[in-house]
């Protein structure tokens, strides 16, 4: 799987958009972008994924560029609640059960 | 739904004892992993079962083993506790079929090694 770059951290004020980025230069064409994130002392948890078009649910968008090598995660109107480490993880589609591979994320502080 | 369970949430143990952690998956999931959460390496994959089957497995020592049982239940376990393997051990768990389907993680257990 490809492998991914993110900031170590990131600020962001309560209620504006917090825009993480990630860096997948080498992604391939079978591989998706996942985004999850994990508040203290809880279990990561799933956001958002995608291919190549641009997602977006109740939690998240994920915009991703047209060559694929790099996307952000947009959570649009951040709350303290959003504090945690986000991680950007690409991975084949068809993997079976190839693993996750977890970066070191990005510690995002959402500031009051 | 309910989402994966974990069991217990805290366990304290000494050097040299055995521990077992339970995992209870999302109704409708069979495939259960397991991942290791230290300060240090951050998380790294344990095993996967499903079909009561391991699928694969992390670079970890044979003192880490797992089940799963037919309901897709899983335990993890592991011998002769080590300082180092202090640590949260995650469980998640996924519907099988669905090619891009994400993990479901629990919120882990956390064993202290003294």
């Known amino acids: 799987d490809a492998k991914t770059t993110q900031p170590p951290s990131m600020d962001c004020a309560e209620g504006r958009a917090a825009n993480l980025p990630c860096n997948h230069s080498?992604?391939?064409?079978?591989?998706?972008v996942y985004w999850y994130r994990q508040i203290h002392s809880q279990g990561p948890q799933y956001i958002i994924h995608?291919?190549?078009n641009n997602e977006t649910n109740e939690m998240a968008s994920l915009i991703i560029t047209e060559d694929r090598k790099s996307s952000t995660l947009i959570l649009p109107h951040a709350t303290l609640r959003d504090t945690a480490v986000y991680y950007c993880?690409?991975?084949?589609?068809?993997?079976?059960?190839?693993?996750?591979?977890f970066g070191k994320g990005t510690r995002l502080s959402v500031i009051a | 739904k309910a989402g994966v369970t974990q069991t217990p949430r805290y366990l304290i143990k000494t050097r040299g004892q055995q521990v077992t952690l339970s995992c209870s998956p999302i109704?409708?999931?069979?495939?259960v992993s397991w991942y290791q959460q230290t300060p240090g390496q951050g998380l790294q994959f344990l095993f996967e079962?499903?079909?009561?089957?391991?699928?694969n497995k992390g670079n970890f020592p044979g003192r880490f083993s797992g089940r799963q049982f037919s309901n897709s239940r899983s335990e993890m376990n592991v011998s002769t506790l080590e300082l180092g393997d202090s640590a949260l051990y995650l469980c998640?768990?996924?519907?099988?079929?669905?090619?891009?389907?994400?993990?479901?993680f629990g919120n882990g257990t956390r064993l202290t090694v003294t």
């Open positions: 995608g291919l190549k």
């Open positions: 079962y499903f079909s009561e089957t391991q699928r």
């Open positions: 998640a768990s996924r519907p099988l079929g669905a090619i891009d389907s994400p993990l479901h």
């Open positions: 080498t992604i391939s064409g079978n591989e998706y």
């Open positions: 109704s409708g999931h069979r495939s």
């Open positions: 993880i690409v991975r084949a589609k068809n993997s079976g059960n190839t693993p996750l591979v």
